[in-house]
């Protein structure tokens, strides 16, 4: 809970996140007290000052990223993350352009948008994008002829490893396409590929497999 921060989590050049009585139960602040507040950190690093911010906003800012679809765990930690943004950015605060309130919630939602994008479009690698050479009629050949000695030497990997070396090579769908499909990591595809191509050489020998 936003209550329980443990002080070590922290670099010493972070505020210390102090539970005290009541330290995070909200409080009724007037938009210029927090403009100042945030003003104060901005100008002196004062923890202090911090700590009054975080008691108002962090309660706050959790409850509006769960009314946004958040989860609770991750409305706790995005809020903590919009908080630490605020210690490490105050000095970016322009109280002539939005309130501390607004600027703070602006961050919050960022970091939230910025998670959703991961979640939906999974790291790509730039090898993702380039186009995978035609076969030649004779390695054609000899991959329809050594198939089923790859498909015998699948029984050897484990069934997640074989599930991606069949998706990727015999229905030839590419990683993105498998990581949506098994909905892991584009990551986790590449890993489990090398990994098993890795165990098919060593039991089928280099010239069947070649060098990809």
Known sequence: MLAHVPVSAYPRSRPALRPGRGLFLPMTRTAPQLDLLVQQVAQTRDRAAFQALFTHFA????GYLIR????????EDLAQEAMLTLWRKAHLFDPARASAATWVFTIARNLRIDV?????????????????????????LAAAD????????????????????ELSF????????????LDIPL??????????MARLRAHLGESLLGDG
């Open 187 to 196: 990551g986790t595809v590449k890993s489990r590929l090398r990994l098993a």
């Open 68 to 75: 946004l679809g958040a989860p609770a765990a991750q409305a």
């Open 116 to 140: 959703i994008r991961r979640e939906r479009r999974p790291e790509l690698t730039p090898e993702d994008f380039l186009p995978e050479p035609e076969a030649e009629p004779d390695e054609a």
């Open 146 to 165: 050594g198939e089923g000695r790859v498909r015998a030497a699948l029984r050897t990997l484990p069934p997640e490893q074989v599930q991606v070396v």
């Open 59 to 62: 309660p706050r800012i959790k």
């Open 170 to 181: 015999f229905s030839d769908k590419p990683h993105s396409q498998i990581a949506a499909e």
